[in-house]
């Protein structure tokens, strides 16, 4: 499939399966991402500009021992074209090399939970509560089917539970770095499916991570008829699958917020955004529910938590990179972002509401007769 992609997404498909160690680094092939390559084509870099902020999908992809070099020279044509640099994703190989350096401000983001692929297969095999809701799925009749990414673009089914899954969602579609539509561009993605009854109700996208021999579960999408367990047996399904082709390393990705992996996010960053943390914390749950998905991550027992970090140029982090982190996401002005996902949720209670009042009452039972 990827041969009919343009030169410069195949440019950099063969540096990713070169040199692709931060697990967002195939990510970089999604739609929106403009692509930057190094002088001497030894590197490449992801990024969406906003406000005149590069914010870059984790890092950049090239050799270890080319990364400093990579990022000076990134860095350099940024400036050269007065914008600015946010690495939203970044891991430990890149802040290890910015750590400390007074030209760059980090934040951490939250953590993502890691684990050997057997050993996640192991832990829902150990734990009654997984293997219930596994169990549960299987007796509903739900069975996992892997498909060549080949037949997946085309498939009217598995379009339709994306849209339902989008459908649920408090906020308006995200892109960059969660981008939902990946069907045109699936390349080197693996996509198991659970079908119920011959029908599809949910499916799993694995994204390589070829630097660490493994894969990021880039998506989980459950449709509305999906039973109770559905995620888990995808979980249990892609993991035993990589695991029999000893696949090393296994990530369900970010938490956003999560305090397991290291410094909670608000360790030692301004006030203003310290308190930004703990707002959205508090108060964007209606929108997106960090407990809840951090809840359902650390459920599997992951073998370690990997702390994820946003680190922008600059001696403090500066409100103009969140700024522009929220517009690469929302493709919009956070203005907008928020607009739009207000009048969203709006509409969703409306609906609820209209729906409680439509309602035909339950009808009350019939008195007991006297003689009875």
């Known amino acids: 499939m990827h041969d009919s992609w343009p030169t410069s997404l195949q440019r950099a498909r063969t540096l990713i399966l070169?040199?692709?160690?931060?697990?967002?680094?195939?990510?970089?092939?999604?739609?929106?991402?403009?692509?930057?390559?190094?002088a001497d084509a030894t590197a490449v870099v992801g990024y969406v500009a906003h406000a005149g902020v590069r914010v870059v999908g984790g890092a950049p992809v090239c050799a270890p021992d080319r990364l400093a070099a990579v990022v000076a020279e990134f860095e350099g044509d940024a400036a050269g074209a007065g914008d600015s640099v946010c690495y939203f994703g970044?891991?430990?190989r890149l802040e290890s090399l910015l750590h400390g350096d007074a030209q760059h401000a980090r934040v951490c983001l939250g953590a993502q939970p890691v684990w050997r692929p057997e050993a996640l297969g192991a832990a829902v095999r150990a734990?009654?509560?997984l293997r219930a809701q596994v169990n549960r799925a299987r007796n509903k009749g739900v069975a996992v089917v892997e498909r060549h990414v080949s037949d997946v673009c085309e498939d009217a089914a598995l379009r339709r539970v994306l849209r339902e899954w989008l459908a649920t969602h408090g906020l308006p579609t995200l892109h960059f770095l969660?981008?939902?539509?990946?069907?045109?561009?699936?390349?080197d993605r693996r996509v198991f499916v659970a079908e119920r009854g011959g029908e599809a109700v949910a499916f799993l996208v694995l994204t390589p991570v070829p630097a660490r021999h493994g894969w990021l579960t880039e998506q989980f999408v459950r449709g509305t008829q999906a039973p109770n367990g559905t995620i888990e047996t995808l979980l249990a399904a892609s993991a035993a699958a990589v695991a029999a082709e000893h696949a090393e390393y296994f990530t369900l990705g970010l938490a956003p917020l999560?305090?397991?992996?290291?410094?909670?996010?608000?360790?030692?960053?301004?006030?203003?955004?310290?308190?930004?943390?703990?707002?959205?914390r508090a108060h964007g749950r209606r929108f997106y529910d960090f407990d809840g998905l951090d809840a359902f991550k650390a459920k599997f027992q992951p073998e370690h938590w990997e702390p994820v970090y946003a680190i922008a140029r600059g001696r403090a982090f500066p409100p103009r990179a969140l700024y522009a982190i929220a517009g690469a996401?929302?493709?919009?002005?956070?203005a907008g972002l928020v607009a739009a996902a207000v009048a969203r949720g709006a509409r969703t209670e409306y609906t609820r509401w209209r729906?409680?009042?439509?309602?035909?009452?339950?009808?009350?039972?019939?008195?007991a007769s006297a003689g009875g």
Do not use: M
């Open 18 to 38: 070169a040199h692709g160690w931060n697990t967002t680094a195939y990510q970089l092939l999604n739609p929106g991402f403009t692509l930057w390559f190094s």
């Open 90 to 92: 970044a891991e430990g």
């Open 127 to 129: 734990r009654s509560s």
């Open 178 to 187: 969660v981008e939902p539509d990946t069907f045109d561009r699936l390349g």
């Open 258 to 280: 999560s305090r397991r992996g290291g410094p909670p996010p608000d360790t030692g960053v301004p006030l203003w955004l310290r308190l930004t943390l703990r707002w959205v």
């Open 329 to 334: 996401f929302g493709g919009r002005a956070p």
């Open 355 to 367: 729906q409680r009042r439509t309602r035909t009452p339950a009808r009350a039972p019939e008195p």
